[in-house]
């Protein structure tokens, strides 16, 4: 029997790209499901499942709030069983330059990518350390790597993903629970269309399948890597800018 048949997986933003493709793979590996977004493809992924006779919860809810949140946790604690696996997926973008953005459109980014995202984090990570064992995925982007010239606000909140994924994980290095950060580059999903960060330079450059990265941010989380970049093109990027040194939803 597999090891993970019949644990616990919690992903959120799973409703479309990235995170659905890691639902799937959860699913695969014998899961029961914890599913949740801000939008009602949530509930369409979740009859998916549950059509092929995956037990999933979905939830339907805003993770920029702790009111959502409490949503997801308040699911969990329904199905009567441990996270083993939280896959931290949710996230927002938004372009243009600071000054001309919406102040609450630029919050909301900030609110869904660091505040529910640490909120999950701690709730969660605190029972898997408490039970001695768990894993936690966190997906980031190599967007934190580098300061984003009209998306300030969104590269900053994913540098604080990349780097409060590596201190959490040295914090909790001896607790059973381990802590991967999944780094994207350009990928084969809707979210820099919906979050007008679309950059005519990537309009040339080739992108990875969300199936693909999905793919490696699993392995890696199931290996207890710590990080991991997904993509050709994003790996030599990454490495270009780490290289570098003083001077990177999905």
Known sequence: MNALSGSLAVITGASVGIGLELARLCARQGCELVIAADEERIVEAAQEFRQGGVACVAVQCD????????AVLQAVEQTGKPVELLLANAGRGLGRAFLDQEIVEALKVVHTNIDGTIYLIQRVGNQMRAAGKGRILITGS?????????QAVYTGT??????????????????????????????ETDFFERADLCDPKLGTEEKASAADVAQVGFEAMMKGELKVVAGFASKLRARAHSGAGASRSR
């Open 63 to 70: 993770l920029a709030t702790l009111e959502g949140v409490d």
């Open 142 to 150: 190599i967007a934190g790597l580098m300061p984003g010239t009209f």
């Open 158 to 187: 994913q540098a604080f993903l990349d780097s409060f994924s590596v201190a959490l994980s040295n914090e909790i290095k001896d607790s059973g629970v381990s802590v991967t950060c999944l780094m994207p580059g350009a990928t």
